[in-house]
């Protein structure tokens, strides 16, 4: 009996072990990720996956441009979009750490020059993207270090759509603010603090905000457009200093798992503390549940349970250029895909590595179902919603909820609804809640609220 039991114990501590790098079989994931690329009309991608905290695969797979043919490498440098944000908020709350910045006391009383109403913002809002800010965009601008306090100071109370603290909107112009208190509070160049503090720590020593060193490396293409159409190469390369912080580091997909290394090891790479457990702790932590994800965001990190394993992870999307890092720090595994088309994070090959290493398995495709709505239901959601430049109006017409723009809106789940391709508009999905306090009423679209008048 003691031995059966024992037996038992043996199997259950094989299946639930995270397996060693050699164990893994990647040919699944190397099949998926060409048939990825075919079905998005995406020119190539560099792929690493860590396990038991050390890189066990990382490779380059299709084209760094479509024009040359030139393979990508694994070590090709990519632009990375939205994941850049963890990076930021490790600069900025080291600062925090040594009292230089204090995560909860309002920017203004130390970057001076802003507009009234964005100087209230904490960093702590900035960084969990609460401190109500509308979301802008901007791929072009200046290229040099002053771009970022110019853009900064140039923004105008308008772009605060709500209160600091009310509502969970994703807004990149929140990151600017966030590089701009770290530079701020560093004493040096955004670029130079982050590197300093951040990249060369965790051996990302080609790892850049720069283009122009970027360059000097071998360099995968960005390309548009994004989603289906055969890809073009983006020219002239899209560029806007004031915008780093948000969304726009190069690095290639190994020196990213160094980072993801460093981060699932106590902070630890090579030997050495390259980051803080502080630090570390507060990306980590789950500040603001963000609705219809059933998650959080920490600081610059999305923070989900799934499966009893805590994940953290993010996406990136710009002009030429899409990623996505996953890790989960419980069985030192992480992945990073980063792709060379705009908006090209392809998740599910990450979503396949978890499956290869953890047998985590890979999310299906849900169909999208549609619900009955009541009217009061349909005169609930009435009304016209805004976030900045963004207005979104819906109306009541013979029994059915449209936009005032056209296109009717269908009910696809619990508070989920459904707007086909109006127009220039593409196809959303919208989340109907209310602010974190409880009160108001908001459309969430990709993350970023849209508040009723």
């Excluded at 990382?58 to 990519?78: I, Q």
């Excluded at 047998?359 to 009955?372: D, L, Y």
Aim: hydrophobic fraction near 40%; aromatic fraction near 8%; charge should be positive.
């Amino acid at each position: 009996m003691t031995s059966r039991i024992a037996s038992v114990l043996c199997v259950l501590l094989f299946a639930f072990r995270t397996p060693l790098a050699a164990e893994v079989d990647f040919r699944p994931l190397e099949a998926l990720v060409q048939s990825e690329l075919k079905r998005a009309d995406v020119p190539g991608c560099s792929v690493a996956v860590v396990v038991g905290g050390e890189v066990a695969f990382a490779k380059g797979f299709g084209v760094a441009n479509v024009d040359t043919g030139e393979p990508v490498t694994r070590d090709m440098l990519f632009r990375i979009g939205s994941t850049t944000k963890m990076f930021t908020a490790a600069a900025l709350v080291s600062l925090a750490e040594e009292g230089r910045v204090k995560l909860d006391a309002p920017v203004g009383g130390y970057v001076k020059g802003l507009a009234p109403k964005l100087a209230r913002a904490t960093p702590h809002q900035l960084l969990t993207h609460t401190a109500g800010l509308a979301d802008e965009t901007v791929m072009e601008g200046l290229h040099d270090d002053i771009a970022l306090g110019l853009s900064c100071r140039a923004f105008k109370d308008n772009l605060a759509f709500a209160e600091p603290g009310k509502i969970y909107s994703y807004s990149n112009p929140g990151y600017w603010l966030a590089g701009l208190a770290a530079e701020t509070a560093g004493g040096k160049p955004y670029a130079d603090l982050v590197a300093e503090r951040v990249l060369q720590p965790c051996g990302m020593t080609r790892s850049t905000f720069r283009p122009t060193a970027a360059m000097t490396w071998p360099l995968a293409i960005g390309h548009g457009p994004e989603g289906p159409g055969k890809p073009t190469v983006t020219r002239p390369l899209a560029d806007n200093a004031g915008g780093w912080p948000a969304g726009q580091l190069f690095t290639t997909a190994p020196e990213f798992a160094r980072f993801c290394i460093a981060f699932m090891n106590g902070g630890k790479f090579d030997g050495k503390q390259a980051l803080s457990p502080f630090v570390i702790g507060k990306l980590s932590t789950p500040h603001v549940a963000v609705a219809g994800r059933e998650g959080h965001y920490g600081y610059g990190l999305n923070v989900k349970d799934e499966g009893g394993l805590r994940w953290l992870a993010h996406g990136g999307s710009r002009t030429g250029y899409g990623s996505t890092a996953k890790m989960c720090p419980e069985k030192k595994f992480a992945v990073i895909v980063l792709g060379n088309k705009s908006g090209a994070g392809l998740p599910r090959v990450a979503d396949k590595a978890a499956e290869l290493v953890l047998g985590v398995p890979m999310p299906p495709r849900e169909p999208r179902n549609k619900f009955p709505m009541s009217a009061e239901e349909m005169n609930r959601l009435a009304g016209t919603y805004s976030n900045g430049r963004v207005t979104l109006a819906l109306r009541v017409r013979e029994g059915r909820l449209v936009g005032a723009q056209g296109g009717e809106f269908t009910k696809v789940g619990e508070n989920r609804y459904h707007r086909p391709a109006v127009g220039s508009a593409p196809e959303s999905e919208f989340i109907f809640t209310t602010g974190l306090d409880g009160t108001g009423a908001y459309l969430l679209r990709s993350g970023r609220a849209l508040k009723k008048r």
